[in-house]
């Protein structure tokens, strides 16, 4: 025991969710795989590459900080919660987290890739038979003048430029990430970064190949969006005994002749589903109707036609606040028009400004115009003007533009016809239209949840590396920290569903939760720690962090033994 005036100190050591996140990665085993494929680190080394990129996806996944930072973040942490000893942490800084995105880039990342996703396939047990895929731009800062996909360590990369950006930032540049999910709990199953500049629609046929050979064979349904239809992605895919659904663009034939069809027939909806949002009464039900279309598709695959009750409202909504905008702005362009310092004198510049309008409000067909000219008399004083002066004559004429509108209720009324609906194409006979609905519109919004998972709540872009091949290697962690996300969400859902439980209290104020994400799960643990209380360098007594009722309830449902924070 110490003795009388000895002095004490305490040292917390915080631990927050990282014995869930290590868990889940010991049954991926991702350090044996990582060690696999890495080139062996120097003897003198003091931190091989693998460990250091699993903190670096640790830290991903529970507190993204800058590469700069991550030091300082795993010093106040457990040592081996981050998965260090007390020297490696001591060692830890970005000059060697950066030396091992280096070697992670030189490595056959595809090949770890797939050893990755076989072992996810068969630890997890995730279902294949319904794969969806999409994209969305990483908008990046900064000139990246070496992202011009020149070849480094004698490897190409990739190259970052200017492209379709879907963060509706054009003035930035941008890499292309792909993302594939199953419909099992939404668990990424591949990935793929492209160049900026990559037109979408030529990026499925190389993933579907991919797919089939993770899966073993076609027999999987892949789901994408209207980039997909395009007829060599269609045929090819067919041809190889695969299934597909898609959107049909807008710009195909079909889309316009069905449009102009239902303008002038009626046709013959049949609901297919009512589906309710929670809260709602059966009579604020979106229902949803289906039709097989009377067009037939180009290459020959099926086309049905869908009609939601909740999407015709949304349309209707959309085209009257277009016209209320377009209509606001061409009063103004009126007005200034007519204002006595108007300094527009060419009709050309009128009815430029004028669909321009139109344009950017997507009015066209709805709003017909009219440009007038006219000349208004001009009048001054005859002579200096003076007490007796009152004589005044014409001296000229000025040009002006008289502007008027109308409605075209013809096209008003048959795009109102249009409301709610779209199109998908599939060449599965066997499913129903439900089926096809719900495979395209309701589990296909998940990527665009793991999307913002990458990009808002992992914040892995904007990323401030300017070494592209260093960038690469940390998009590569960035799959590995979402997939993680994915299967902590996916096993805490299933637990629910099985003991049927609608929601769970996960918000501050112990609010129910009915969709419990990974991130919000985090934050319930966040704050635990384990205090050492030290007497002249020695420990006397460890404080075990004690899990209130809820953290234990989390834990039951992830299948995990509340010793995993007494362990620690």
Same mark, same amino acid.
């Given at each position: ?82 998965? &260090? ?9 970005? @000059? ?195 039709? %097989? ?21 949304? @349309? ?13 702005? &061409? ?140 960038? %690469? ?32 209290? &996960? ?39 004690? &899990? ?7 834990? %039951? ?12």
């Amino acid at each position: 025991m110490p003795q009388t005036g000895e002095t004490f100190d305490l040292v917390s050591r915080s631990l927050g969710a990282l014995p869930i996140v290590n868990r889940f990665l010991a049954r991926l085993q991702l350090q044996s795989l990582l060690q696999s494929r890495l080139e062996p680190s120097d003897s003198r080394c003091k931190i091989p590459a693998s460990q250091l990129l699993l903190v670096l996806l640790r830290n991903l996944v529970v507190s993204r900080v800058p590469l700069y930072s991550l030091a300082e973040w795993a010093r106040p942490m457990m040592p081996e919660a981050v998965g &260090l000893s007390c020297d490696q942490v001591a060692a830890l800084n970005d @000059d060697r987290v950066g030396r091992a995105l280096d070697d992670l880039f030189d490595c056959d990342r595809q090949a770890l890739l797939s050893d990755f996703v076989v072992r996810l396939v068969r630890e997890f047990r995730i279902n294949l038979e319904e794969l969806h895929n999409d994209s969305t731009s990483l908008t990046l800062q900064g000139q990246y003048r070496q992202g011009d996909g020149r070849r480094v360590r004698g490897k190409p990369t990739l190259r970052v430029t200017f492209g379709y950006n879907k963060d509706h930032r054009p003035d930035l540049k941008q890499l292309l990430w792909i993302l594939t999910i199953s419909n099992d709990g939404a668990v990424p199953v591949h990935f793929k970064v492209a160049d900026g500049s990559i037109e979408d629609s030529s990026t499925h046929l190389e993933t579907w190949k991919l797919l089939r050979g993770l899966v073993g064979s076609p027999q999987f349904l892949y789901v994408a969006d209207s980039k997909l239809c395009t007829g060599d992605n269609l045929r090819y895919i067919a041809h190889e005994q695969g299934a597909f659904i898609t959107v049909l663009p807008q710009s195909r034939k079909e889309d316009a002749l069905f449009r102009e069809w239902l303008s002038s027939h009626d046709a013959p909806w049949q609901e297919v589903a009512r589906l309710l949002r929670p809260g709602q009464t059966l009579d604020e039900a979106d229902v949803i109707q289906a039709i %097989e279309s009377p067009i037939p598709e180009a290459n020959g695959f099926r086309l049905l036609w869908f009609l939601s009750s909740r999407k015709r409202q949304h @349309d209707a909504e959309m085209r009257q606040d277009a016209l209320l905008r377009a209509v606001k702005e &061409l009063e103004k362009l009126k007005a200034r028009l007519e204002g006595p310092r108007c300094r527009i004198k060419h009709m050309r510049r009128v009815t430029d400004a004028v669909e321009k309008i139109l344009e950017l409000n997507g009015c066209q067909r709805w709003i017909d115009y009219t440009v007038d000219r006219t000349h208004q008399l001009t009048w001054r004083h005859e002579t200096r003007k003076t007490r007796d002066t009152h004589i005044k004559r014409c001296i000229g004429s000025l040009l002006r533009f008289e502007l008027a509108w109308t409605f075209n209720q013809e096209n008003i009324g048959k795009d109102s016809r249009c409301d709610g609906i779209s199109p998908l194409v599939t060449n599965r006979q066997d499913l129903s239209p439900l089926q096809i609905y719900s495979a395209c519109h309701r589990n296909h919004s998940f990527l665009e949840l793991r999307h913002d998972l990458l990009k808002n709540t992992l914040q892995v872009v904007p990323a401030y590396i300017h070494n592209v091949d260093r960038l %690469e290697a940390l998009l590569f962690l960035g799959y590995l920290a979402i997939t993680i996300h994915a299967l902590v969400e996916r096993q805490l859902r299933q637990e629910m569903r099985r003991r049927r439980l609608e929601e769970v209290p &996960l918000y501050p104020e112990a609010r129910e939760c009915r969709a419990p994400t990974a991130a919000r799960l985090f934050d319930v643990f966040e704050h635990l720690a384990v205090h050492d209380l030290i007497a002249e360098g020695t420990v006397i007594q460890r404080f075990q962090p004690k &899990l209130n009722q809820l953290q234990l309830d989390m834990l %039951e449902l992830l299948g995990l033994p509340a010793e995993i924070y007494s362990a620690a």
